[in-house]
């Protein structure tokens, strides 16, 4: 079964082909698979097959390929690359506090085991020949000749002349002798050596809590960690101390793990006969190490310990435990669970000394808690700021501050007008802050010098600014981001830029400011909720004084159209830029001191674009969108371009957007009739929705008006800036 099996695994999974002649590549295929399994390792075989009964396809592969690059090179090599699956926590780990994991068993979560006898290990004098072991005969004297002989089934090999004998049960000390004996009959005067080759393949049972329970070809050389890493180890409910090796039904030999995992004493561990068992009993009694301990976790109990014993397994005490003070906690009669303080009588714990309390016999589940030192300490003053050495600083009572100051070295940039002691009050529920002259303290004044108390803490500033920075792009000769001093102008900026190129646009200058971004976000949010108030305020009075069912559907349209432009409102709001507007040209003189001219502030960015080549006209015409820019045309020529307004315009209302960011309607002063307005490149002609109001709901339309126009502002700066 196991070969069928096999050989199935290598043409379906191994040689996967879909053509014809594909086909009888892998009718050859299964032929060579039987070959082929002969000469794997029977392990790498037993692995593949139990991955392909349990459905698990991908992992057989993986177990093959992983043999195929030498992992596995010969029978008789150590185990099987059999995956293992990290253990889930246990029971114990579930239930005893402290977050700790069972001791031990993360030495199995291993892919291939690492108790594998090497690959040419020589065999010892006490190794018995048996079926399956392979050894080179070499003759020379009076006869000579190399014989690779193999052991049969029936524990038999055949000598030139001498015929069949059987060694089976011969140790490899008297192999030679033995050997000698029968060959004497036939030779005289020659002499013979014998070296081992393939060792045979012995099986082993692995059975009750490990992880893969079964019964393994293994090398005959493997022994009982061997044996208990091919089985991926004991599960957490099975023991490390009493594990089982039993012979024709009797225990040969109980092996306690912790004897290899603490001491690394590999003594116990023996090498494996043809159809031994390795049985893992269930764990025994368990306790918890957890605190301040060198190796916090669960530890396997033989049923005697002390709280000593337990201490010392899990590595012993360290010094920053709190001394003469531990806590235990243990399930009582099976009722309840209680926490108990024991004292260990002496406040300095000496690890050669075990006080009685130490002698506590530790019960099943119990958890040793040691106690750590408060970490914090209190006897210590603080120095932070602009200082070589910051950081915590032993406190006495005669610490005052300037021997603090000295040692924490004063920088050049450090400001000598003022220090800060915060300190707590008597009271301990507040702090007070305390101002010291740095500049006099140094100087030696003795009235700065102040005894400090515990807990100080003392903050030296900085005189240092950090760089502010302004960015520069578009038509000038050197863009690129700048540092700036205090009182730096736009026009200083422009200068140092080397000013603009010829093809700069000074009408168009986009000027902003991280300021006016930020205001302007506070003043949009409050605009938004205001509006947000008014708009259900007065939708429900429009509709409770509706007289009709045609003055209630206005009401709920417009109370929708609404909706629909606020929330548009606000996404726009969102991307606006804090743009400032500014009217500058090219030559600086011109406006270097006037109102144009901006101190600059850091994060402003300033934007010189070339000039555009249209006119926008936005809104309520035939045919919105751009227009080709052609000087002395007013806003009644490129209105008649785009066909006119629609019925839905309010050509009262029309206004314009300058390309330098200021905007102007109708009613703006100095304007007179907007249609006899000439436009400069990259202006913007908008034309709103006319808003019809009822008697009813004037208020309604009036903030409906509000709305679209902003709205419409808005999106015009986004789309052109």
């Known amino acids: ?54 459905g698990d396809l991908e992992g057989a592969k993986k177990i093959y390929q992983s043999s195929q690059k030498g992992q596995q090179e010969q029978v008789g090599a150590a185990s099987v690359p059999v995956a293992v699956e990290p253990p889930k926590a246990s029971l114990f780990e579930l239930t005893l506090p402290g977050n700790l994991k069972q001791f031990g068993y993360d030495l199995f979560n291993k892919t291939v085991s690492t108790f594998a006898p090497p690959t040419f290990m020589p065999v010892g004098p ?46 490899f000390g008297e192999l030679e002798k033995t050997l000698k004996r029968h060959l004497s009959k036939y030779y005289n005067d020659f002499n013979l050596s014998v070296a081992m080759g393939s060792l045979k393949t012995i099986t082993v049972y692995v059975v009750g809590e490990v992880t893969k329970p079964g019964s393994y070809p293994v090398s005959s050389l493997t022994t009982v960690y061997g044996a208990l890493f091919v089985a991926g180890g004991p599960t957490k409910l099975g023991t490390l101390r009493t594990i089982q090796v039993l012979r024709a039904g009797k225990v040969v030999k109980t092996i306690d793990l912790y004897d290899f995992l603490l001491k690394g004493d ?107 030192v408060y970490d914090r300490v209190w006897e210590t003053v603080t120095l932070s700021g ?35 002691i915060i300190r707590l ?15 006099s303290l140094m100087k030696g004044d003795m009235a700065q010098n102040l005894l400090l108390q515990p807990k100080d803490e003392i903050r030296v500033y900085t005189r240092y600014r950090a760089a502010e920075k302004v960015t520069v792009s578009g038509e000038v000769l050197r863009p690129g981001t700048y540092e700036i001093m205090r009182g730096d102008r736009l ?52 509709s409770a004084k509706a007289v009709s069912a045609e003055e209630s559907n206005i009401s709920k349209s417009e109370l929708a159209l609404n909706q629909s432009l606020l929330s548009n409102l606000k996404t726009m709001l969102e991307q606006n830029q804090g743009r400032v507007a500014i009217n500058i040209t090219a030559n600086i003189d011109e406006w270097a001191g006037s109102k144009e001219d901006l101190l600059l502030q850091d994060g402003d960015s300033l934007d010189i674009p070339k000039k555009p080549q249209e006119i926008m006209i936005l809104g309520e015409v035939y045919t919105p969108g751009a227009q080709i820019y052609l000087p002395g045309m007013t806003v009644k020529d ?62 309604l339309g009036d903030i409906i008006d509000v709305l679209f126009k902003t709205a419409v502002i808005f999106a015009t700066i986004h789309i052109l800036f």
Not at 425 to 439: C, E, F, G, M
């Open 126 to 171: 006490d190794y018995i020949i048996g079926p399956g072991d392979q050894f080179t005969l070499t003759l020379w004297g009076t006869t000579e000749g190399i014989y690779n002989l193999k052991v049969t089934k029936e524990g038999e090999i055949t000598l030139p002349k001498v015929g069949v004998i059987s060694i089976a049960g011969v140790r």
């Open 491 to 542: 026009s200083d900026l422009l200068r140092r830029v080397g000013g603009v190129t010829a093809e700069a646009y000074m009408y168009g200058v986009v000027f902003r400011r991280k300021s006016v971004m930020s205001s302007e976000s506070k003043n949009a949010q409050s605009f938004i909720t205001k509006m947000q108030q008014q708009m259900l305020i007065t939708a429900v009075g429009s």
């Open 266 to 372: 590999r003594s116990q561990d023996i090498k494996l006969q043809n159809e031994d068992t390795v049985f893992v009993p269930l764990i025994g009694p368990v306790a918890g190490v957890a605190g301040a301990v060198y190796r916090p976790a669960i530890y396997e109990m033989k049923g005697q310990e002390t709280l000593d014993d337990v201490i010392k397994t899990a590595g012993g005490i360290l010094p920053t435990a709190l001394g003469g003070r531990l806590q235990l906690t243990r399930y009582e009669n099976n009722q309840r669970k209680v926490f108990l303080d024991i004292n260990l009588e002496n406040s300095k714990i000496n690890p050669s000394v075990s006080p009685d309390s130490f002698r506590e016999k530790v019960q099943n589940m119990d958890t040793i808690d040691i106690i750590p």
């Open 386 to 420: 602009t200082v070589q050495h910051p950081g915590e600083f032993q406190w006495r009572p005669d610490l005052r501050l300037k021997e603090i100051i000295d040692q924490g070295g004063i920088l050049p940039i450090s400001d000598l007008t003022r220090v800060e």
């Open 1 to 54: 079964m196991k070969k069928i099996l096999f050989v199935l695994f290598c043409v379906i999974l191994l040689f996967p082909m879909k053509s014809a002649l594909a086909q009888e590549a892998q009718q050859e295929t299964s032929g060579n698979a039987v070959q082929e399994m002969q000469q794997i390792d029977p392990r790498v075989v037993q692995a593949i097959t139990n991955a392909i009964q349990s």
């Open 425 to 439: 009050t008597n009271t301990y529920s507040d702090r007070q802050i305390i101002p010291i002259d740095l500049a």
């Open 638 to 699: 490129y209105l008649e371009r785009t066909g006119g307004f629609t019925k839905n315009a309010d050509s009262k209302e029309v206004f314009i957007v300058q390309a330098n960011g200021f905007a102007y309607g109708e009613e703006s002063p100095s304007v007179g009739n907007i249609e006899n307005v000439k436009l400069q490149a990259g202006d913007a002609i908008f034309v709103p929705q006319k808003i019809e109001r009822y008697a009813t709901l004037r208020t």
